[in-house]
């Protein structure tokens, strides 16, 4: 049946609508069968993902809970309060705000209300683990400060203290950044906290890759070791949507006022209500399930690390059991470099990215790639099933086993673990396409 206003061209328009779903349900069918190991990634709740087709993705809400600018927010209202409780509760803090969208978003309204333009903020390299929103070519760049390098201890995979003590005091920044892409260990946020008092700069945690764990219990706890702000996007090892936050423990009420104004009207107009919504029941199943899930993600990842490390990857921190959180680090410039690794395990249904580590020289040529276990874990994945992984690693990296065949052996490990687990709705498909409408359009 063709709807209003439609012309001679409808039909063509209808296929190209058909070819975009095609190749949405292609995507979810070949996750099904994958083994997916981006460590940035994870998979909703089905009662979260339900309210990302709700009314309320139709809708505006700018301003606050009760001080909107819009009329008919009532129940965002009420949404957005439990949502703000919830955060408040899970990190045991006293100022939440869920409006940025992201978490480079959450960084943007972070740097809008802690630093001006010209200021000096510490962080990490990229080349040892940063994410991009410290870059000149990323929010840093965006508002005009500069960046002070932490010195990084490459054997531990974490900031250096007793050199980053010295280059804070020489340098006095405003303030100081911690928070990795590439996040093995805690970072020392307590062990520096008071030579940033003595210099006079604010503690920041970027915690979007850690937030699941800290929630659960099972990382450092940055908001009560020196950090006034923890920025994080929700939809890493906190298995929300992609959404972001902010979150802080000061009783500076001069810091909190410029968050929420760093947030709204600084970096978001509206803040993606549907989202939102669906990280209050995020936070919720991560009340009730995060910590079992937290624990696991991390065994697995530490299984992972040691599996490989027996098959003679080069697995980054061997001493230290490779990580304390849900990624690990492997080297693989004998096996042909990040670039061809990552390509090669995706040709065969192993999804992981390329990764620069700590003393590659070229931006160009990532010297490794990162693993992940987040998605794996919310699956119900355990220990058994990372020695599997690493097996499959193993055939096709070192073995000379074929793509295809380790992608058929891949999808076989895979086969009972398609249910998302660790939320309410347990068992759901965890890769179902919501086909809502059924038929091709006409
Ligand atoms: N790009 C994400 C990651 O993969 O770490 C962070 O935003």
């Given at each position: 049946?063709?709807?209003?206003?439609?012309?001679?061209?409808?039909?063509?328009?209808?296929?190209?609508?058909?070819?975009?779903?095609?190749?949405?349900?292609?995507?979810?069918?070949?996750?099904?069968?994958?083994?997916?190991?981006?460590?940035?990634?994870?998979?909703?709740?089905?009662?979260?993902?339900?309210?990302?087709?709700?009314?309320?993705?139709?809708?505006?809400?700018?301003?606050?809970?009760?001080?909107?600018?819009?009329?008919?927010?009532?129940?965002?209202?009420?949404?957005?309060?439990?949502?703000?409780?919830?955060?408040?509760?899970?990190?045991?803090?006293?100022?939440?705000?869920?409006?940025?969208?992201?978490?480079?978003?959450?960084?943007?309204?972070?740097?809008?209300?802690?630093?001006?333009?010209?200021?000096?903020?510490g962080?990490?390299?990229?080349?040892?683990?940063?994410?991009?929103?410290?870059?000149?070519?990323?929010?840093?760049?965006?508002?005009?400060?500069?960046?002070?390098?932490?010195?990084?201890?490459?054997?531990?995979?974490?900031?250096?203290?007793?050199?980053t003590r010295e280059i804070l005091r020489a340098v006095r920044p405003?303030?100081c950044?911690?928070?990795?892409?590439?996040?093995?260990?805690?970072?020392?946020?307590?062990e520096l906290a008071p030579t940033l008092e003595e210099v006079g700069a604010r503690g920041?945690?970027?915690?979007?890759?850690?937030?699941?764990?800290?929630?659960?219990?099972?990382?450092?706890?940055?908001?009560?070791?020196g950090?006034?702000?923890?920025?994080?996007?929700?939809?890493?090892?906190?298995?929300?949507?992609?959404?972001?936050?902010?979150?802080?423990?000061?009783?500076?009420?001069?810091?909190?006022?410029?968050?929420?104004?760093?947030?709204?009207?600084?970096?978001?107009?509206?803040?993606?209500?549907?989202?939102?919504?669906?990280?209050?029941?995020?936070?919720?199943?991560?009340?009730?399930?995060?910590?079992?899930?937290?624990?696991?993600?991390?065994?697995?990842?530490?299984?992972?690390?040691?599996?490989?490390?027996?098959?003679?990857?080069?697995?980054?921190?061997?001493?230290?059991?490779?990580?304390?959180?849900?990624?690990?680090?492997?080297?693989?410039?004998?096996?042909?470099?990040?670039?061809?690794?990552?390509?090669?395990?995706?040709?065969?249904?192993?999804?992981?990215?390329?990764?620069?580590?700590?003393?590659?020289?070229?931006?160009?040529?990532?010297?490794?790639?990162?693993?992940?276990?987040?998605?794996?874990?919310?699956?119900?994945?355990?220990?058994?099933?990372?020695?599997?992984?690493?097996?499959?690693?193993?055939?096709?990296?070192?073995?000379?086993?074929?793509?295809?065949?380790?992608?058929?052996?891949?999808?076989?490990?895979?086969?009972?673990?398609?249910?998302?687990?660790?939320?309410?709705?347990?068992?759901?498909?965890?890769?179902?396409?919501?086909?809502?409408?059924?038929?091709?359009?006409?």
């Open positions: 049946m063709t709807g209003e206003g439609a012309d001679e061209s409808t039909a063509d328009w209808a296929a190209t609508v058909e070819r975009v779903r095609d190749a949405v349900r292609r995507h979810s069918a070949r996750f099904e069968h994958a083994i997916p190991l981006i460590a940035s990634e994870n998979l909703l709740s089905p009662y979260a993902k339900e309210l990302l087709v709700s009314d309320f993705h139709s809708r505006y809400a700018e301003g606050l809970p009760g001080e909107r600018y819009y009329e008919g927010n009532e129940q965002v209202d009420e949404v957005e309060r439990i949502c703000l409780d919830l955060a408040k509760r899970l990190f045991r803090c006293s100022f939440a705000d869920v409006r940025p969208i992201s978490g480079t978003v959450a960084n943007m309204a972070v740097l809008k209300a802690l630093a001006d333009p010209g200021d000096l903020v962080t990490c390299r990229l080349a040892d683990g940063a994410h991009i929103s410290s870059a000149a070519f990323g929010a840093f760049g965006l508002r005009g400060v500069k960046p002070v390098y932490y010195a990084w201890d490459d054997a531990r995979m974490t900031i250096d203290v007793p050199r405003k303030l950044l911690f928070g990795l892409s590439l996040f093995l260990f805690p970072l020392p946020v307590r920041w945690y970027d915690g979007a890759h850690v937030l699941g764990l800290i929630a659960g219990g099972e990382f450092q706890d940055p908001l009560h070791e950090c006034v702000v923890l920025s994080a996007s929700t939809h890493k090892t906190l298995p929300g949507p992609q959404h972001g936050i902010l979150l802080g423990q000061t009783d500076d009420a001069e810091v909190t006022k410029r968050l929420t104004s760093g947030a709204f009207p600084g970096v978001t107009s509206n803040h993606h209500l549907h989202a939102m919504a669906a990280l209050a029941v995020s936070l919720a199943e991560h009340l009730a399930f995060g910590r079992a899930y937290a624990r696991q993600v991390i065994a697995n990842a530490r299984a992972l690390g040691q599996a490989l490390h027996e098959r003679g990857f080069d697995v980054l921190a061997p001493d230290l059991g490779f990580t304390r959180s849900h990624t690990i680090a492997v080297r693989v410039v004998r096996e042909g470099g990040g670039e061809a690794v990552a390509k090669r395990l995706a040709d065969a249904g192993i999804i992981a990215n390329k990764n620069l580590l700590p003393g590659d020289t070229s931006p160009r040529h990532p010297g490794g790639v990162r693993l992940g276990t987040p998605e794996v874990t919310r699956v119900g994945m355990r220990e058994k099933e990372m020695a599997g992984i690493a097996e499959l690693m193993d055939d096709l990296l070192h073995r000379g086993r074929s793509p295809a065949e380790v992608a058929r052996a891949a999808a076989e490990l895979k086969a009972p673990f398609r249910g998302v687990q660790y939320c309410f709705g347990a068992g759901e498909a965890a890769y179902r396409y919501y086909d809502l409408v059924g038929h091709p359009p006409s």
